[in-house]
């Protein structure tokens, strides 16, 4: 059997294929996503003289990345933090905290995340973290919780991400009270946020 196409027919069938392909691309690029900040909870944990795990939290955060959730590709990242909003429900703990002993505020007033690679089989993402002048690579586990057209407000794509990791924070030079078993060398991690497609 043979197939004759009409050169109208012919030109008719390439358009389509290419506004196919071309939908099919547009649909799994990339896009910038940004960290709503009304929803950015940065929460630390570490351990005290071995009586309890006490709780923190940086009020002030933001960050923004580029991702395909179709294709899992994640190309770039940064989170910035704040380490003069460093809050622990006590004052002269946060300051601290902010002082020469831990964070430094004055001197180092940003806390940087800078993406390198994603691992989607792991759900693992490896970036740099920057503290007090100090960079070292840092693995978080990433759990992507939602992604949909937010249902009031901006109406937008947005993703819903849980991400944690644990670090020993004298690998940045902070290492007060890790001797004297004082303040725990352990830091847990935890992110929770949504990130809107822009």
């Keep these: ?66 991702f395909d959730p179709e294709t899992d590709v994640l190309s770039s990242g940064i989170v910035e933090i704040l380490s003069d909003s460093l809050f622990s429900n006590h004052d002269a703990r946060d300051n601290h905290l902010k002082g020469r002993d831990f964070l430094n505020a004055r001197r180092h007033a940003l806390i940087v995340f800078e993406v390198s690679e994603y691992f989607v089989a792991d759900r693992v993402l490896r970036g740099n973290l920057t503290m007090l002048d100090e960079t070292h690579p840092v693995d978080l586990e990433v759990v992507v919780n939602k992604q949909a057209v937010y249902p009031f407000g901006h109406r937008k794509q947005t993703l819903g991400i849980s991400a944690s990791a644990v670090i020993l924070r004298s690998q940045w030079g902070m290492d007060y009270g890790v001797a004297n ?12 946020f949504e990130a809107i497609r822009q």
């Design 181 to 192: 078993n004082m303040v725990g060398d352990e830091v847990k991690l935890r992110f929770e």
């Design 1 to 66: 059997m043979s197939i004759i196409l009409s050169h109208r027919s012919l030109m008719f069938w390439l358009s389509g294929c290419a506004q196919a392909w071309f939908a099919a691309g547009a649909y799994a690029e990339a896009a910038d996503w940004q960290i709503d900040p009304d929803h950015f909870s940065i929460v630390f944990e570490a351990d005290h003289i071995g009586y309890q795990q006490q709780l923190g939290f940086f009020l002030e955060g933001s960050g923004r990345f580029r």
